[in-house]
């Protein structure tokens, strides 16, 4: 167990390392030079000489690569070209309204799309089993900021339950957060619940024709403990394996999510590093969220010891 | 029966063919409902510049008129009508759409199929394929973007490379199947070369599911270039685009809610038809599937 866990912490290093220097060539693949694109239309040679001696443009390609990842290696993520804090400050600043956001993203999402999904496969074929995987379509098709603005309109704008944008810390109350969160939570949730409904039900249609379903309802068992206990049970591998590949689709929607919803966030951090051409900050961002995917796909695999007892790690 | 023996008497292949496919759409409405649906929005996508008032036209007397008899879907805060620049988003939609879904199916299936068969290229894409996974696709596509310049090919690329490791998986693990089937080992033993072998056949045997997937990133790549021009790194913003209009829309949700609401509403049918034409394909190309939901 200690040996597989050792393994598979060593085997993520050359996956985010392929995402560093992906990162990295990123900025080289511009068309023109990169010092430029960054600086902007308006900026002048000495601010363009700046910056490329800033993000050490100016050696040779390969020198630059071994400093990046040298300096990756020590946990520096290097300095924002505007503001000139280091990056990893600025996303100490903006990280909790995002970690709230996805966790009442994630918990909304499985309280509602485990139970509907059972229940459609349960009931397969019949209309709540219809309506459940129409609602589904329905959740993965509606771009995200096509929900938001509905929710917007009708809960903020017209019946005034929920303020329209911005986030109240954690620090000022519970309450008053996830009440400044609840909007776009569910408007992340529409997708991640979509994708987790859908797989639930395919995944307990399958074990719900297994025998040993079919003994527990001879034998008597009402029919929510063998759902649960026998049947959900066993469903669990492919279920939670899309738990942690939705994540990089939630880490996606919260990029939009926060720019719906004002919300000062890594997401928000992230579109607008982008839009100002802020790059270090911009690659420091794509490596923590890859490799949160990575970590999040990681424990994944290691829940699937507590499912699956046949499954030795 | 009667059908058979009347296709069978059908004048030539091509007819006898349109007569099988008229039957495969009567069988399954939703995929022929789906169809319908995506010819008209083409129709109209090629129809809407001679049909319609010119989508940048600023008429600053009518601005932010709602719904009404002179202009049916409202007008913008430039007095511009939102139905000609819906109906003109179609275009960029769709476009985008079925660009990236060419794209990412040849990249996707090439990739796939060289993957399944060469060892060394198979262990080293398979990273590539990962370490691009690990990175959620809207990002990549906004921070490619940002590089780029606003454009509709850069548009279409920046969508494409997200997407396509997804195909390129998929088309390996039907490849890996595939190799093990004994009419491979016939043909190699009878002296068919790589290419060949490849194309004649292992690709025919993994259209299907590559048709299914196609679709969804046919929905998926919708839905992201209109975020991206949302974000404001997709189209140009003079572009009448879905998610540039949404973007517009935002700021004036409370006073003029149907801004934001007809592109929004066209998008979303528009991509929720596909994924529906999508499943409707899973269903019947894979019958282990169907037969399971009967």
Redesign the interface.
């Known amino acids: 167990m200690t040996g597989y866990l050792v393994r598979r912490l060593l085997a993520t290093i050359p996956v985010l390392g392929l995402v560093a220097v992906f990162v990295f060539l990123l900025l080289q693949m511009t068309p023109g030079d990169p010092a430029v694109v960054i600086a902007g239309d308006y900026a002048t040679t000495q601010q363009v000489e700046a910056i490329r001696q800033q993000l050490g443009l100016d050696r040779p390609m390969l020198e630059q690569l071994v400093s990046w990842l040298g300096r990756l290696a020590q946990g520096d993520l290097g300095h924002s070209i505007f503001s000139r804090l280091p990056v990893t400050s600025l996303i100490a600043q903006r990280i909790e309204p995002t970690l709230v956001l996805t966790l009442f993203t994630v918990v909304l999402s499985i309280a509602f799309a485990l139970p509907l999904g059972v229940l459609a496969a349960y009931r397969a074929g019949s209309w709540v089993d219809r309506a459940v995987m129409g609602f589904a379509v329905l959740g993965f098709s509606t771009p995200v900021f096509v929900v938001g603005f509905l929710l917007v309109y009708v809960f903020a704008l017209g019946l005034e339950w929920f303020p329209t944008q911005g986030y109240v810390p954690l620090a000022e109350g519970l309450f008053g957060c996830l009440r400044s969160l609840t909007l776009p939570a569910i408007t992340l949730a529409l997708l991640y619940a979509a994708l987790l409904a859908r797989v639930t039900r395919a995944s307990m249609l399958e074990v719900l024709a297994e025998d040993y379903v079919r003994t527990a309802h001879a034998k008597g068992l009402a029919p929510q403990p063998v759902l649960v206990g026998h049947a959900l049970k066993n469903a669990a591998v492919p279920i939670v394996t899309v738990i942690g590949v939705g994540i990089a689709a939630l880490l996606g929607g919260v990029v939009v999510t926060e720019t719906v919803f004002n919300i000062p966030g890594l997401g928000r951090l992230t579109a607008d590093a982008i839009m100002r051409r802020d790059y270090p900050v911009v690659q420091g961002l794509i490596l923590l969220f890859a490799s949160v995917y990575v970590l999040v796909n990681l424990l994944v695999d290691l829940s699937y010891m507590l499912f699956d007892p046949r499954i030795r790690l | 029966m009667m059908d058979h023996s009347a296709a069978a008497m059908a004048p030539s292949p091509v007819w006898r063919r349109m007569a099988t496919g008229l039957q495969f759409l009567r069988r399954h409405p939703v995929i022929l409902f789906g169809l319908v649906v995506l010819l008209a929005s083409v129709a109209v996508a090629l129809a809407a510049p001679y049909l319609l008032p010119d989508p940048k036209a600023i008429n600053p007397i009518y601005r932010l008129r709602p719904p009404g008899e002179a202009f049916w879907f409202g007008t913008d805060h430039l007095g511009r009508s939102i139905l000609s620049r819906s109906l003109h988003g179609t275009r960029i939609s769709l476009a985008v759409g079925i660009m990236v879904a060419v794209a990412v199916t040849l990249a996707g299936v090439t990739i796939g199929l060289l993957s399944g068969f060469l060892r060394r290229f198979d262990s080293l894409m398979m990273?590539?394929m990962?370490?691009?996974?690990?990175?959620?696709?809207?990002?990549?596509a906004?921070?490619?973007?940002?590089?780029?310049?606003s454009s509709l090919q850069n548009v279409v690329i920046a969508i494409s490379i997200p997407e396509i490791p997804r195909m390129a998986r998929l088309v390996r693990s039907a490849v890996l199947s595939i190799r093990e089937q004994p009419y491979i080992d016939a043909a190699i033993t009878n002296g068919t070369r790589l290419p060949r072998l490849l194309f004649c056949h292992v690709l025919p045997n993994t259209m299907a599911p590559v048709l299914v997937q196609a679709t969804y990133v046919f929905?998926s790549a919708m839905?992201l270039e209109?975020?991206l021009s949302?974000?404001?790194?997709g189209t140009p913003p003079e572009v009448a685009s879905w998610g540039n209009m949404?973007a517009e829309?935002?700021q004036y949700?409370?006073r003029a809610?149907w801004m934001?609401?007809f592109p929004?509403?066209m998008?979303?049918f528009l991509?929720?038809t596909v994924?529906?034409v999508g499943?409707a394909m899973r269903d019947v190309l894979d019958p282990r599937l169907a037969g399971?939901?009967?």
């Open positions: 990273r590539v990962d370490g691009i996974m690990a990175i959620p696709g809207v990002l990549l906004i921070a490619l973007m940002s590089l780029f310049g929905a839905i209109a975020v949302f974000l404001g790194a949404m829309g935002r949700l409370q809610p934001a609401a929004g509403v998008l979303a991509v929720l994924n529906v499943d399971k939901l009967k």
